[in-house]
């Protein structure tokens, strides 16, 4: 895996970067409420279909990533550049429609909403990474002609 790392262009390693980051929010606090030592949903422990529509979309990124190390040319008109640029878009949504649809606690006669702790805040960031990935891959170069939206510019 990491010659692999080592064998993608700067801004798909910077996606990739960004993946990694999403994942590892998972371990950390997405949420926490304020009672007597405080309680903390990590994004595993807050698992719902948004978190499983966020994993797919991690996982098949990466997988994409992996293939592109391994020669493998996407067909065109589709890029590892625009494939980036629209799952780091749709991960931030779906980051910051959680931040919305927080959880709340059902055992509490008041049904305390959770707030919003740093593990989601740094999913959100992994997920602009990876758009900031994708945008710098799309956007027109001024030095480099015929591009075509790929992240690498040794394309066969």
């Not at 994942?23 to 978190?51: C, E, N, Q």
């Not at 966020?54 to 589709?78: D, F, K, N, Q, S």
Request: glycine share 14%.
């Amino acid at each position: 895996m990491a010659k692999a790392f080592r064998s993608l262009g700067p801004n798909e390693r910077l996606g990739a970067i960004g993946c990694l980051i999403v994942l590892a929010s998972m371990f950390l606090p997405w949420y926490g409420l304020d009672v007597s030592g405080g309680i903390v949903k990590t994004g595993f422990g807050a698992f719902d279909w948004l978190v499983a529509a966020l994993l797919l979309t991690i996982g098949a990124v990466l997988a994409m990533l992996y293939e592109t190390t391994r020669g493998r040319v996407l067909p065109e008109p589709v890029t590892e550049a625009k494939l980036l640029l629209v799952a780091g878009g749709w991960s931030a949504l779906l980051l910051i429609y959680d931040m919305a649809d927080r959880p709340t606690l059902q055992e509490v006669p008041s049904h305390p909403t959770f707030g919003v702790h740093y593990g989601l805040l740094i999913a959100l960031a992994g997920a602009a990474l990876m758009v900031l990935a994708g945008f710098r891959g799309v956007a027109p170069h001024h030095h480099h002609h015929g591009g075509g939206g790929h992240l690498r510019r040794h394309r066969p």
